[in-house]
């Protein structure tokens, strides 16, 4: 069972407050939409749905869990897999950045030995740091890669409020599930077949006009 404490620091880790700049990715989002892949609420949540049941999403999550039951010498090989997995460049400009800015913040914080590590490989360990559960934790990551991809639908498809929202409430119950079939799941379980999503990312690097990083 999480506690207060963990629950609460686990809220704080993935708020968009914390300075990990999430907000500055859009993950292919910003081409999607430019070429028409993504129009409405019904396009942006069948698009979200398959990045996190096919795509980053459960690969994210079992990079997670992978770290959370590494010891140190482990962490740096799940940490170059996860490199290894990203399909474009600025795909692993998201998951760096933002792994090395959740470091190098939760170590002046928390006073925690935090290498430079990406995203999903940095939460998972600091968690088991700090003796946080494995699923809510899980659970909680993509809920919050989701919001901050809602988020960037609002402004760019663009998705009033209330139907965002209604969307990422839709997609919550997927997130625990991933969390929970992901829990045991090894390096050999990667895999990813959301090839449209890959190719936006790719475009994405030579849009003429965009917003966002990725």
């Known amino acids: 069972m999480?506690?207060?404490?963990?629950?609460?620091?686990?809220?704080?880790?993935?708020?968009?407050?914390?300075?990990?700049?999430?907000?500055?990715y859009s993950h292919g989002l910003e081409w999607a939409i430019e070429a028409g892949q993504v129009r409405d609420g019904d396009d942006f949540r069948d698009w979200l749905g398959d990045?996190?049941?096919?795509?980053?999403?459960?690969?994210d999550a079992i990079l997670l869990a992978c770290a959370y039951r590494a010891d140190a010498a482990a962490l740096h090989d799940i940490d170059e897999t996860a490199r290894a997995f990203v399909a474009a460049?600025?795909?692993?400009?998201?998951t760096t950045a933002q792994g090395?800015?959740?470091?190098?913040?939760?170590?002046?914080?928390?006073?925690?030995?935090?290498?430079?590590?990406?995203?999903p490989v940095a939460l998972g360990y600091a968690a088991k740091t700090h003796g946080i559960p494995l699923r809510p934790t899980c659970a909680m990551y993509l809920h919050a890669?989701?919001?901050?991809?809602?988020?960037?639908?609002?402004?760019?498809?663009?998705?009033?409020?209330?139907?965002?929202?209604?969307?990422?409430?839709?997609?919550?119950?997927?997130c625990e599930t991933i969390a929970e079939e992901t829990e045991y799941l090894t390096p050999d379980d990667l895999?990813?077949?959301v090839f449209m999503a890959d190719i936006a990312a790719m475009n994405h690097e030579t849009q003429y006009t965009r917003l966002f990083r990725s």
């Open 2 to 24: 999480i506690t207060e404490r963990g629950l609460l620091t686990l809220a704080q880790w993935l708020s968009p407050a914390y300075p990990v700049g999430a907000f500055s």
């Open 51 to 59: 990045i996190l049941r096919f795509g980053t999403g459960r690969n």
């Open 89 to 94: 460049k600025e795909r692993l400009l998201e």
């Open 100 to 119: 090395v800015a959740f470091c190098r913040t939760t170590a002046a914080i928390w006073g925690d030995d935090l290498p430079e590590l990406t995203y």
């Open 145 to 174: 890669f989701a919001s901050n991809l809602t988020s960037a639908a609002m402004r760019l498809v663009p998705l009033g409020q209330t139907e965002g929202q209604t969307v990422l409430n839709e997609l919550a119950p997927l």
């Open 191 to 193: 895999g990813g077949s």
